[in-house]
């Protein structure tokens, strides 16, 4: 009986298979090329136009005279922060020229960082200042600028964060080539980081013209193959972002056309855009003495955090 079972269970196993044998896999039909990648969804948060350039601060780097190779300059002596001037200029001591003596010094803090604040513009740069509001006044950027510099400073004194200014003086225009010169020719025993402070502008018909209401926000500039900037660019938005609730326009750079003082500076070196002084609401915002405090100490604390982390 179990022989006659055996049996039948072969036979019944070869003419409906036993379970374990794998019924042929039904042939699929030939591969179809990948189908193409979706269209880009656009972010809602992200405007689509292109104020993502400051636009005066565009016309100045395409009014240099440089050769245009100068785009690819990476010079970041990361691991030599001191280099010798390359020219006959004498290197500058912190000291000189706005640089810290932190009083009272945090009795913790040891400085892993010279942090060279750039205050972007002067009184003598065209433009760069918002059409009249209801009051009469303007905001005019380089003011802005160094208002925000001004309370950083305030809070990088007291933890003993060592900074060196680049620009103290106002009466200037855009003096992009002294500003990255001095910041370089620092010589300090610590590695350095370059960080310009400034607010934006998005297209308009003429300077007493608003942009459009959509152009808002705060974006971080970095030099496009500089890992460490990156780094340093998207600390300084994330806390821009969380202390003021404006729009995140996220992390920016380009290859060619990129501003001047990212891609000259001998060192890791970040811009940010604390806001469009030509958005008739965001200006408002600007003009907020709450509103600069937050836009300060967001950068106070991005300085920390990397003080506290290194990079
Ligand atoms: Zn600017």
């Known amino acids: 009986m179990k022989e006659f079972l055996e049996k039948l269970t072969d036979l019944l196993a070869s003419i409906f298979g036993d379970g374990r044998r794998r019924r042929p896999i039904p042939q699929r039909p030939p591969e179809l090329p990948p189908a193409p990648p979706p269209p880009p969804i656009a972010d809602p948060d992200e405007p689509q136009d292109s104020s993502d350039v400051d636009p005066d601060d565009g016309v100045v780097i395409s009014h240099e005279s440089e050769p245009t190779d100068t785009d690819e300059e990476n010079p970041e002596f990361e691991d030599n922060p001191a280099p010798p001037p390359t020219d006959d200029e004498p290197p500058i001591e912190l000291d000189d020229n706005g640089g810290s003596v932190p009083t009272p010094p945090h ?94 502008a998005g297209p308009a018909r003429s300077i007493n013209d608003w942009t459009d209401d959509n152009v808002r926000g705060i974006e971080t500039w970095h030099f496009h193959r500089s890992t460490k900037g990156k780094k340093i660019a998207g600390i300084f938005q994330r806390h821009l972002i969380e202390q003021t609730g404006f729009r ?30 030509n958005n008739r609401f965001e200006v408002i915002e600007l003009m907020k ?11 106070v604390l991005a300085i920390q955090e990397i003080e506290r982390n290194g990079l």
Request: proline share 4%.
């Open 289 to 299: 003495d709450s509103v600069r405090q937050k836009i300060a100490d967001a950068h």
């Open 107 to 200: 009795p913790e803090h040891i400085a892993r960082y010279v942090w060279c604040l750039d205050p972007g513009h002067g009184s003598k740069t065209a433009g760069k200042r918002s059409p009249k509001l209801a009051d009469g006044e303007r905001l005019m950027e380089y003011k802005f600028n160094r208002d925000i510099l001004g309370r950083i400073t305030n809070q990088l004194d007291l933890l003993g964060i060592r900074y060196y200014v680049t620009v103290p003086e106002t009466d200037v225009g855009n003096f992009l080539q002294e500003r990255v010169n001095r910041a370089n020719r620092l010589s300090v025993n610590i590695p350095k980081i370059f960080v310009s402070i400034h607010c934006n």
């Open 248 to 277: 995140n326009r996220h992390l920016r750079s380009k290859v060619t056309g990129q501003f001047y003082v990212l891609r000259a500076t001998r060192m890791p070196a970040i811009l940010t855009e604390s806001g469009f002084f």
